[in-house]
């Protein structure tokens, strides 16, 4: 696997049909071998005795990844500007594995309150059985986190846009604030994907992925990335990998390579998508706002102007207090808008969510459920007409209601 700066093969529409191993290196054919494998074989007692020196680049077993696994690493790394990936068997597992990485009993991590629920529930149910202090930062803290640094303080963790409210946060300045203190950066970049925000060029350490959204991009795998910024980052994350046995599956690794190829095509398609959907959404009186950074009227629009250069599909709509019953009119009966957690398939989703209850430092929700929306890649006509019907049945209980 090639490591380090990658020879560049254009810009990122270019680089996604080309990123990875070339055919000439593996016979002519242009999608990557789907090796699957347990057992390598060694041709001498001397290369099997000397087989874990290969562990960070070359296929020693097949836990720690085959040709497959390594071309898509070679792929996302270039994506993503980096020094090496260590593709896993999920977003998760990527997410549970670089916050074990650096620390131990005793330590200090810090963590942005706006994070996807699950790694909140990996803090709460299994890093704090290991003795793990996990502090929880206003996602508006920019470089005032170094007022929160300790000696004992092993990763400043970020994710931004935050699930489900998409606070954007100023991740130039913290990544700056703690690399002066020697604190290594992750970040989930899953929103944005590495199209839309390089965080290590921002100075970020390692960006993690569900592989699982936009990059598969047809909702039939799982899988996760975790990208490190220098050799020794990259060690250690392939040592946490390897230690808690954690296996990206090899057909799930091609279905992801080949996913990446359209990436741009379908990013393209879901951002224009997204705002088409949301400047009609602007029109309905029930709209009191939309959490969307590319979007003017949101609050994190002068950070993602500055440091993104595009949109995903998925944002959020908060109404004027869907009641229960409201909430279940308008979901239950779409016909194109499907319910369903995960995102970033070619199909498009809305669910429910109700974010505040969580959160250390609520941020205004208002009451009722909020819309969360995945703009698919379907004719964006066909869509209003679903959502239009949605809030017709909003609006006759309503009426019904006297309200
Ligand atoms: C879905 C998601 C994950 C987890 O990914 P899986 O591959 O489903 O485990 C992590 N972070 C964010 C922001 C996500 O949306």
Known sequence: MKKGPQASTGRDPTLVVHAGPAPRDQAGVINPPVDRASTIVYDSVEAYMD?????????????????????????????????????????????????????????????????????????????????????????DIG?????????????????????????????????????????????????????????????????????????????????????????????????????????????????????????????????????RLIDWFVEQPEVVAIRYPAHPADPGNAIWKRDFTGASGLFGVQLDGLTPAETSAFFNSMSLFQLGSSWGGFESLAVPAWPAPVRAFPNGEADGALIRIHAGLEEPEDLIADLAAAFGRVRALRREGGR
């Open 51 to 139: 087989r874990h020196k290969g562990l960070y680049d070359t296929v020693i077993y097949g836990l720690y990844g085959t040709r497959t696994t390594f071309a898509l690493a070679e792929a996302v790394s270039a994506l993503e500007r980096g020094y090496a990936t260590v593709i896993t068997s999920s977003g998760t597992s990527a997410i549970a594995l670089t916050l074990t990485a650096f620390a131990s009993a005793g330590d200090h991590l810090l963590v942005v309150d706006c994070v996807y629920g699950p790694t909140r529930n990996f803090l709460a149910d299994v890093a704090s059985r290991f003795g793990v202090e996990v502090e929880y930062y206003p996602p």
């Open 143 to 275: 470089g005032e986190i170094a007022r929160l640094f300790r000696p004992n303080t092993r990763l400043v963790y970020m994710e931004t846009p935050g699930s489900q409210t998409f606070d954007m946060i100023d991740v130039p300045s913290i990544a700056a604030a703690a690399r002066a203190r020697g604190i290594p950066t992750a970040i989930d970049n899953t929103w944005a994907t590495p199209l839309f925000f390089k965080p290590l060029d921002h100075g970020v350490d390692i960006s993690i992925a569900s592989a699982t959204k936009y990059l598969s991009g047809h909702s039939d795998c799982l899988l996760g990335t975790m990208t490190a910024a220098s050799e020794p980052v990259y060690r250690q994350l392939k040592d946490a990998a390897a230690r808690w046995g954690n296996c990206a599956s090899p057909d799930n690794c091609y279905l992801v390579h080949r996913g990446i190829r359209t990436l741009a095509a379908r990013l393209d398609r879901h951002q224009r998508n997204a705002a």
